[in-house]
């Protein structure tokens, strides 16, 4: 009998040993500001902070957080092996990086599928030193060898993925080229997460040669599709050829962060979950954090985002919403400052006191001391007004304008706010959408709201002066009062005075929108860019979608 029940008790320990370990969170979160020997970032710390918050409040434990000087390749390294030994089928992992990129390029010893002169992306620690030249001194070999490439990381991310884990992986960061729109002469200078590219060393001068020349053959060159790994998500902040600033988030404030780590965290805290299912899709995290960040971006920055390639695996569950246990102890939290009602203007030259201003309703114009703590950069002599980003943003601007212009900039963050929780997709047609438009230019967007449903809408304009444009639907014009959502054109815009920064807006609901309809018609032509505002939040809804477009525009040479 004794013997019988200790047989049947080993069975069901076996049994239970052979179970599967259930689904876990996992995540390794980096943050470098305070770099040794490059330019020190403003936000990078922010970015990793406020994720991992995120992380810690969802319950989360298995967490691992590297700032500033413990952001080393070793530590890194043996963060990414232990969590990859640790990780089990069904796992979600998270890994993000915010820091400065580089592009470099392959020597004479590299990996045998790649050739020489072949560029390559990789992501910098707090320690790295770039060589100055060819030779690099023995002083600067260890600094050298203070990164990790991306074939690295798809390394590790291939590894996961053949385990049976969802990863995300975020890298807030940029690697070369430019913004995607010229600044104006004038702009404040910008801090951008990328350093200058650098001669590729001498054979034998980097430290990691052996390591990387062993790399296995890269199955999925510069993270192109990811089709040899349907598992990973990947979010960058830019393209390749692009850089990507710092900007003021919450706008108006005084706090750096990343635009995508910012959209990523407040996708992961819930709102990206756009159908409230407890599950945040690949797709959903698409529209949530591409909208989001142009939004914030102020249309300079389009995320990459892969896999591109739809299908299936868009359906895909990236990250889940559950409560993974109790919170680890409390942390020091990110500080959230909450922006004032008010606009700071740098003046360029001569110009009044603004502080003498008259007061305006439930808002406030200051005088900046620099261009970079500015919202616009105003020069009284020539009336043009561009913004810290190097935009021009209005013209033939005096003192009795700068109400205007400031009400543009609040409506500008209050779009941000609403499109952010109630996201839509509306982005420019066209082979060059970012150019400068002429005076009677015909210009075109596109909606996407993921749906095919019939939506109600409404698009207008806010002129870079604050004057608002009413524009669709015209029922003089026999335009539909509706639209189905999925990439709708609106493709019959002509491009008219004030000329500069203008702001298309397009709300959309399943539901009649002909209050607002009307309150922006009463708007058009003046300068009611708050007014407009208050119109679109008295017809909220919860199914409401709201999305803005950049566009600048000038008179015709």
Same mark, same amino acid.
């Given at each position: 009998m004794g013997s019988a029940l200790f047989w049947r008790a080993g069975l069901l320990l076996l049994a239970l040993l052979s179970q599967p370990a259930s689904a876990e969170t996992r995540a390794l979160i980096v943050g470098i500001d305070d770099y040794t020997d490059l330019r020190a970032l403003k936000g990078a710390t922010n970015d990793a902070r406020d994720l991992y918050e995120v992380m810690r409040r969802r319950g989360i434990g298995d967490l691992t957080l590297l700032l500033d000087k413990d952001a080393t390749r070793a530590g890194f390294v043996g963060a990414m092996e232990g969590l990859t030994d640790r990780v089990h089928p069904g796992d979600i992992v998270l890994v993000s990086f915010a820091g400065h990129g580089t592009s470099e390029r392959w020597g004479k010893r590299h990996p045998d599928d790649v050739k020489e002169?072949?560029?390559?992306?990789?992501?910098?620690?707090?320690?790295?030193?770039?060589?100055?030249?060819?030779?690099?001194s023995p002083a600067a070999v260890k600094g050298f060898g203070e990164r990790v490439l991306g074939r690295e990381m798809r390394v590790w991310l291939k590894r996961l993925n053949d385990k049976g884990a969802q990863v995300l992986f975020v890298a807030d960061s940029c690697y070369s080229g430019g913004m995607t729109r010229a600044p104006a002469r004038g702009a404040a200078a910008q801090t951008v997460r990328a350093i200058p590219a650098f001669p590729t060393p001498a054979d034998g001068d980097d430290p990691l040669d052996e390591t990387l020349v062993r790399l296995p053959p890269d199955t999925d060159t510069e993270f192109s599709q990811f089709k040899a790994m349907p598992n990973v998500t990947f979010l960058a902040a830019v393209d390749r050829k692009s850089l990507a600033p710092?900007?003021?988030?919450?706008?108006?404030?005084?706090?750096?962060?990343?635009?995508?780590?910012?959209?990523?965290?407040?996708?992961?805290?819930?709102?990206?979950?756009?159908?409230?299912?407890?599950?945040?899709?690949?797709?959903?995290?698409?529209?949530?954090?591409?909208?989001?960040?142009?939004?914030?971006?102020?249309?300079?920055?389009?995320?990459?985002?892969?896999?591109?390639?739809?299908?299936?695996?868009?359906?895909?569950?990236?990250?889940?919403?559950?409560?993974?246990?109790?919170?680890?102890?409390?942390?020091?939290?990110?500080?959230?400052?909450?922006?004032?009602?008010?606009?700071?203007?740098?003046?360029?030259?001569?110009?009044?006191d603004l502080e003498t201003l008259p007061p305006m309703a439930g808002f406030g114009i200051r005088r900046a001391g620099t261009r970079e703590e500015a919202d616009y950069i105003w020069t009284p002599a020539t009336g043009r007004v561009i913004s810290p980003l190097g935009d021009e943003i209005a013209t033939e601007i005096g003192e009795a304008d700068l109400a205007g212009l400031a009400a543009r900039e609040l409506a500008r963050r209050d779009l941000i706010d609403l499109s952010r929780t109630h996201p839509l997709e509306l982005r420019l047609t066209g082979e060059r959408p970012d150019r400068l438009y002429r005076e009677s230019e015909r210009v075109g967007v596109t909606?996407?709201?993921?749906?095919?449903?019939?939506?109600?809408?409404?698009?207008?304009?806010?002129?870079?002066? #604050?004057?608002?444009?009413? =524009?669709?639907? *015209?029922?003089?014009?026999? &335009? $539909?009062?509706?639209? @189905?959502?999925?990439?709708?054109?609106?493709?019959?815009?002509?491009?008219?005075?004030?000329?500069? #920064?203008?702001?298309?807006? =397009?709300?959309? *609901?399943?539901?009649?929108? &002909? $209050?607002?309809?009307? @309150?922006?018609?009463?708007?058009?032509?003046?300068?009611?860019?708050?007014?407009?505002?208050?119109?679109?939040?008295?017809?909220?809804?919860?199914?409401?979608?709201?999305?803005?477009?950049?566009?600048?525009? @000038?008179?015709?040479?």
């Open positions: 002169g072949d560029t390559y992306q990789s992501f910098l620690f707090v320690g790295f030193v770039p060589p100055s030249g060819r030779e690099v710092e900007f003021a988030i919450p706008p108006g404030s005084s706090t750096r962060r990343g635009a995508l780590s910012y959209s990523v965290a407040r996708a992961l805290e819930g709102q990206g979950d756009m159908d409230g299912d407890g599950k945040i899709t690949r797709d959903e995290l698409y529209r949530f954090v591409g909208s989001n960040v142009r939004q914030i971006s102020q249309h300079r920055q389009l995320p990459e985002l892969q896999p591109s390639y739809g299908g299936e695996g868009s359906r895909a569950t990236v990250f889940s919403l559950k409560d993974d246990g109790p919170s680890p102890p409390q942390t020091e939290a990110l500080p959230v400052e909450t922006a004032p009602r008010l606009v700071r203007i740098f003046v360029d030259g001569v110009g009044p909606a996407d709201t993921g749906s095919r449903d019939a939506l109600h809408y409404v698009l207008f304009n806010i002129a870079g002066n #604050g004057t608002v444009q009413f =524009l669709y639907p *015209d029922v003089g014009r026999s &335009d $539909p009062t509706t639209f @189905a959502g999925d990439r709708t054109p609106f493709d019959d815009i002509n491009v008219q005075a004030p000329f500069g #920064g203008d702001l298309f807006v =397009l709300v959309a *609901d399943r539901l009649p929108l &002909d $209050p607002l309809i009307e @309150a922006i018609k009463a708007l058009d032509g003046k300068k009611a860019a708050l007014e407009a505002v208050a119109a679109i939040r008295a017809s909220e809804t919860e199914g409401m979608r709201l999305a803005t477009q950049g566009l600048f525009t @000038a008179p015709r040479t």
